[in-house]
């Protein structure tokens, strides 16, 4: 009788004592993104305050969107120059339009006229916004375009190239047939050229790449 009555008391400390942690309503190994800026620009902070609001309320898409990217690192902002805002806006359908851009617009010299351009962004460069000022456009903040154009009415979304950066250009293994990455060597191309740098490169994994038997 006192083992059946220890076996039992075991039985329900085991039953009522939690293994691990439930994890309920996330998907495991799906992507979540971001919550909220990582920064403490108060004014951002502001800004993805009233756009989350429009996305709610107003049930605008591009508010839900123009929400997500001033939520984003910088790396995935990256800059968008005049002359891109330009080659969009040369069709005349898209000549009334408010480019939009959660970023920092800079200024291409390249092109010397510049037709007037109605332009939000986060940040303007000072010769950009010269720019764009003495052309006859406007430059606008989030806030003032919230409360020209709340849904996003006559608005186009636009953002620069994200793998446009040097870091960029070197991501991948050099060497690898099929493959344009950049070799990182920097500095170190002097004393890297002796005899026993990078030996048994195309053989295995660890020495840059490994040429599959059919390729060798």
Request: with cysteine; glycine share 8%.
């Amino acid at each position: 009788v006192s083992t059946q009555s220890t076996w039992e008391s075991r039985l329900s400390a085991h039953r009522t004592t939690s293994m691990g942690i439930d994890r309920t309503g996330t998907k495991i190994g799906g992507r979540t993104g971001r919550k909220e800026a990582k920064c403490n620009n108060p004014y951002l902070r502001v800004l993805i305050k009233i756009y989350n609001f429009l996305g709610r309320r107003a049930n605008s898409r591009f508010a839900q969107v123009v929400a997500h990217r001033l939520r984003m690192s910088k790396t995935n902002r990256p800059p968008v120059s005049t002359s891109k805002i330009m080659r969009y806006f040369k069709k005349r359908c898209n000549k009334k339009k408010i480019a939009v851009v959660c970023s920092t617009v800079t200024n291409d010299n390249r092109h010397t006229r510049l037709p007037p351009l109605i332009v939000c962004a986060l940040r303007f460069t000072k010769t950009a916004r010269q720019r764009i000022v003495s052309a006859g456009g406007q430059c606008l903040t989030f806030d003032q375009l919230a409360m020209v154009a709340p849904t996003g009415r006559n608005c186009v979304l636009l953002r620069g190239e994200v793998t446009a950066r040097k870091e960029c250009k070197s991501y991948g293994a050099p060497g690898t047939p099929g493959s344009h990455a950049v070799p990182k060597l920097g500095e170190r191309k002097a004393r890297m050229r002796g005899r026993k740098h990078e030996r048994a490169r195309g053989r295995r994994t660890s020495r840059g790449y490994k040429v599959k038997s059919g390729n060798a």
